[in-house]
């Protein structure tokens, strides 16, 4: 059984990213360093998968301690989780990611900046509650 989790961190109206980054990228305001720290916590000794723009913007350093791989979109997320049985798997985005790979994810971890400012990714509430393939007898009710 592979336990698939999500982990993000998002403005006050749910901005994701911007050029590529993330929005509040350089603010070393106490939140937001503490944020930086915390995803590198909480992923310690576990999987990340993302697209390959977010996994371009994860250091050398986090190779050390987790496993990381870029996922594309002509993989199967039923085959990507496959590869990581009895691992902690967190799907990093980017939305499109998540667009296919919310029905699969059990936990999620958000935590909410004080950033208010522009962004051209944004998280999507939808996510929370996709509908999931792994249980299929809920949607048959
Ligand atoms: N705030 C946060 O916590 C957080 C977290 C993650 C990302 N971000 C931000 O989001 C932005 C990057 O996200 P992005 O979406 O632009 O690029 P991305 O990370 O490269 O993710 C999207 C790409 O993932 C690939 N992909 C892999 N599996 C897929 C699937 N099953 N279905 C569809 N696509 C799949 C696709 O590329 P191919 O078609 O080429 O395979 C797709 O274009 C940055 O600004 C980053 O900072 C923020």
């Given at each position: 059984m592979t336990d698939v989790r999500s982990i993000c961190a998002i403005g006050?109206?749910?901005q994701l990213g911007l050029g590529g980054h993330l929005p509040?990228?350089?603010n070393r305001g106490e939140e937001y360093v503490a944020d930086v720290q915390r995803f590198f916590h909480i992923t310690r000794?576990?999987?990340l998968v993302a697209g390959p723009k977010t996994i371009a913007s994860v250091p050398r350093f986090a190779y050390?301690?987790?496993t990381i791989e870029v996922i594309r979109s002509g993989e199967r997320p039923e085959d990507?989780?496959?590869r990581f049985p009895g691992r902690v798997v967190f799907i990093g985005g980017g939305p499109p990611v998540w667009d296919v790979y919310?029905?699969?994810i059990r936990h999620w971890d958000i935590t909410r900046l004080p950033y208010d400012g522009d962004a051209d990714r944004w998280f999507k509430p939808d996510w929370l509650v996709a509908a999931t393939h792994m249980r299929p007898s809920v949607d048959a009710r």
């Open positions: 006050q109206r749910g509040w990228e350089g000794g576990h999987v050390d301690d987790r990507v989780i496959a919310a029905p699969f």
